[in-house]
């Protein structure tokens, strides 16, 4: 069954109005899906072409406009998967879109360091970009009602929010642990430099196990076997594929905050299970607190994404070990919050931050409350300093 996804309107919204659209996001999130159903009234006007296939990519290389018109024929639509597979595609697409104005080109990629450093320069002002993540909560409630998927939360963070696995829960776990092996790396063992297959399933497992954790680059190279060098790139590369993504530290008043400090979340947490082999239910983990906290900013980030808000998120933290687990800024405007897993647990925003950031509004996410963090437009939290 096809799941309604927040940026279709926005997709269809900029259908032919003279650029190509490009449709980043991770293998499997469901980006041909989202395409095929959304273009499924105009079918006879769509053409479908796959980067992955050996043909396609030798047609498409250095295509010169007439054989470009070859291809496409009668075609309106042409949609261009894996996009990112295709040497020069930037200028391919650039061809597409100038010479042939009635054409609406879309291309999607998996690799956003790929497809985006291809495309930059031959598409200047002359492209709509979109990410299309896993399946967010917010996607999900609006399909089955909030109390439905509420009642799924351990579910989703145990097994993660792919599409794929959302719709066969029976058979999550073999479908999980082959969608990271192949999700992980595929794509980046094709690029270019990316020589070292064990090293970076030695970092993943490593990145995996230090959920939360502030990132150390000199550490993790020696607990792998590397230089810090190396793994700040293969790091770097992991977030550029989707597979994680890293939180700055908030820096900007107290004399004592730490201004260079970076923590790392996976951008699944059934992703992050699979890398561990550990797909055990809350109850019977050691590390509920860091899965949670890696939940919620991974929902939190679709959420914005979704929206299409420029908001920025952050962690604090101070030399004396006071902590906010997540900062938020907009358009001028900060929010904080706390994450617990246990709804009765006690806690505080530490005075040091609200101290330093006295406009900002705080508040605690639990289990009790959290479907209203991970809904668009969420009310102000302001009860909880």
């Known amino acids: 069954m096809f799941i309604q996804r927040a940026i279709q309107s926005e997709i269809e919204r900029r259908l032919f109005q003279g650029k190509a659209l490009l449709l980043y996001g991770p293998r499997q999130s469901g980006k041909t899906t989202l395409l095929r159903e959304m273009l499924r009234p105009r079918q006879e006007e769509l053409l479908i072409l796959n980067g992955d296939e050996a043909d396609v990519r030798e047609l498409l290389t250095d295509a010169s406009t007439a054989r470009l018109r070859s291809i496409i024929g009668k075609k309106r639509i042409v949609v261009i998967d894996e996009a990112q597979r295709i040497p020069g595609i930037g200028v391919t697409l650039k061809l597409m879109v100038d010479q042939m104005p009635e054409v609406q080109t879309i291309a999607t990629g998996s690799s956003a360091?790929?497809?985006?450093?291809g495309t930059a320069e031959p598409?200047?002002?002359r492209k709509f970009a979109f990410t299309l993540f896993p399946l967010a909560f917010?996607?999900?409630a609006r399909r089955d009602g909030v109390l439905a998927e509420r009642r799924l939360l351990e579910q989703r963070v145990v097994w993660g929010g792919y599409p794929e696995i959302v719709t066969h829960p029976d058979d999550a776990s073999v479908r999980l642990k082959t969608l990271a092996g192949s999700y992980l790396y595929k794509d980046l063992l094709m690029l270019e430099g990316l020589k070292k297959p064990a090293l970076l399933e030695k970092l993943v497992r490593a990145l995996a196990l230090q959920v939360g954790s502030e990132l150390s680059y000199n550490e993790l190279a020696k607990l792998v076997g590397s230089d810090p060098k190396t793994v700040e790139k293969y790091v770097d590369l992991l977030a550029k594929a989707y597979v994680v993504f890293i939180l700055p530290a908030l820096a900007r008043?107290?004399?004592?905050?730490i201004k260079k400090g970076k923590k790392i979340y996976f951008c699944d947490t059934g992703i992050r299970n699979a890398v561990l082999g550990?797909?055990?239910p809350l109850g019977a983990r050691t590390d509920v607190g860091a899965l949670w906290e890696n939940y919620l900013f991974a929902?939190?980030?679709?959420?914005l994404a979704n929206s299409g808000r420029s908001a920025s998120l952050f962690f604090w933290r101070t030399t004396t070990q006071a902590e906010v687990d997540c900062v938020e800024e907009e358009a001028g405007r900060m929010r904080a919050w706390e994450f617990k897993w246990n709804p009765k647990a006690k806690g505080r925003i530490p005075h040091g931050f609200t101290t330093a950031y006295p406009t900002a509004t705080t508040a605690f996410i639990t289990p009790a409350n959290y479907d209203l963090f991970l809904m668009p437009a969420p009310p102000d939290y302001t009860a909880a300093r």
């Open 113 to 117: 360091f790929e497809l985006a450093q």
């Open 123 to 125: 598409l200047t002002g």
């Open 138 to 140: 917010a996607e999900l």
């Open 253 to 257: 008043n107290a004399r004592n905050e």
């Open 278 to 280: 550990n797909f055990l």
């Open 299 to 303: 929902e939190r980030r679709k959420l």
